[in-house]
């Protein structure tokens, strides 16, 4: 991440040269025949007042996110061996020292694939230990953090070369991501999301978490894990309500920017949340893609065009906060009634009718998208989610978006904008009459009442 004012206002510009493992600033274009430049700049001032140093240091981010089978037959290199380049897994593989890897599992995943998991790091000659913790929206705080650290201390890694691995949802990977990120001031770590939410959303971005003073994912950092491996199979242990969670997250992509991936979630959606986005028996291997691998790879797809350029969020206009406007206050006032995608869409369907209201979606826009939405058997409106609750809710988006609302709205079927300005009063009560009038009697989805 670079500074963009790099103006001569700044005072004269030193380039840093490195030579016999010793740095020096020089003026003016590199001109080292041997040693190695870097890409920060240092720039010096001098006043009556005294002299300025500004340092402009990039700092660049390389991670893969890789869909893999069968993640956890020994066979498969890539829970292993998948974070690393070319050169870097020929180091790793020649070296006589035996592989060493700590890993945090969600308790409910561990109680599922826990003895798959010992397996595989016994049949690859791992060292490791694998730490079981029940890792849910109400205990994501530091102190589970701080139950990390103490044992990955206890443990012992090399912080460059023994990733963390997080495998479960997404505050398993939020938990863990934060851990790795304070640990000797930053140690990699592997993504392994086990839920549809994580798998489309939590495992792509940079972002890691926890809860803090009554307010959702307060305390964090912004450090990209060296990997995310995707394995669906995963989802075949899931309750229905799960996928459908995941579901939301993948409408809002859709909503947002993918018209092609909203009409196959409006065609498919129901069939694919009950197959649990399997593969389809149907599909002859890569000759044909099916409509659950195209849903998912659309949906990581259109998230990482919308992060990777903004990765420390210095941009707050983002696509990707629609729905989570209203959502983060509901989510964290009802907890543990509503999952994250489930209060996200019901933020999203309040949205689509403040849309509506101001003339941005058709009628028939507002409801093809509304029943969509219950054909994923995703809520689409809450008695907790009251009008005091969303003023309330914009008020603070306001106050903490440097003066400007910053709300993503739909314009069409797969196509928004961010409108800057505080929505009308009218426009928002007079929706919020109409949401509840139409879609208050609809009741909670089949999936809704699925644990």
């Not at 001569?8 to 040693?35: H, Y």
């Not at 990209?224 to 579901?247: C, E």
Request: proline content about 5%; overall charge negative; some cysteine.
């Amino acid at each position: 991440m670079t500074s963009s004012n790099t103006s001569s206002s700044r005072g004269t510009e030193f380039d840093l040269i490195q030579v016999n493992g010793t740095w020096r600033r020089q003026t003016g274009p590199c001109q080292a025949k041997e040693g190695k430049s870097s890409d920060a700049k240092i720039y010096e001032n001098k006043s009556d007042q005294g002299v300025s140093w500004t340092v402009v240091s990039p700092i660049v981010f390389t991670y893969r996110v890789i869909q893999s089978k069968d993640l956890l037959d020994p066979r498969n290199d890539t829970l292993l061996w998948g974070h690393l380049g070319d050169e870097e897994l020929k180091g790793a593989i020649s070296s006589c020292k035996p592989p060493k890897r700590f890993i945090v599992i969600d308790k409910t995943v561990h109680e599922l694939y826990g003895s798959k998991v010992s397996r595989y790091f016994d049949d690859r000659g791992v060292i490791y230990k694998i730490l079981p913790l029940p890792t849910t929206e109400e205990n994501k705080s530091m102190e589970l953090v701080t139950k990390i650290l103490e044992e990955v201390h206890q443990f012992g890694i090399d912080r460059r070369s023994e990733p963390l691995i997080a495998l479960g949802g997404g505050v398993c990977l939020d938990v863990v991501g934060l851990a790795a990120s304070l640990y000797r001031r930053r140690t990699p770590y592997i993504r392994v999301p086990t839920t549809l939410l994580s798998y489309v959303d939590a495992s792509v971005g940079a972002k890691t978490g926890v809860n803090f003073a009554g307010g959702k994912n307060k305390l964090g950092s912004y450090v990209p894990p060296v990997a995310t491996f995707l394995d669906s199979s995963f989802f075949q242990t899931l309750p229905l309500r799960q996928i459908s969670n995941g579901l939301a997250e993948m409408l809002k992509m859709a909503l947002m920017k993918h018209r092609g991936l909203f009409e196959l979630l409006e065609v498919n959606g129901r069939k694919l949340l009950h197959a649990k986005l399997q593969p389809s028996e149907t599909c002859s291997g890569s000759e044909q893609e099916d409509s659950a691998a195209a849903s998912m790879r659309i949906a990581i797809e259109t998230m990482l065009e919308e992060l990777a350029p903004n990765l420390w969020e210095d941009d707050l206009d983002r696509l990707v906060d629609f729905g989570h406007l209203i959502s983060p206050e509901l989510e964290m006032r009802v907890l543990p009634a509503l999952l994250h995608g489930e209060a996200v869409n019901i933020d999203m369907a309040f949205m689509v009718y403040v849309a509506h209201q101001k003339g941005l979606l058709e009628t028939d826009e507002k409801e093809r998208i509304i029943q969509c939405m219950l054909g994923l058997e995703l809520p689409v409106w809450h008695q907790d989610c009251s009008l005091a609750l969303v003023q309330k809710s914009l008020r603070e988006r306001l106050k903490h978006s440097a003066g400007s609302l910053r709300m993503p709205l739909p314009t069409g079927l797969g196509r928004a904008e961010i409108f800057h300005d505080m929505i009308e009063d009218d426009v928002i009560c007079q929706a919020f009459q109409k949401w509840t009038e139409e879609l208050s009697t609809l009741g909670a989805p089949p999936a809704l009442g699925e644990q």
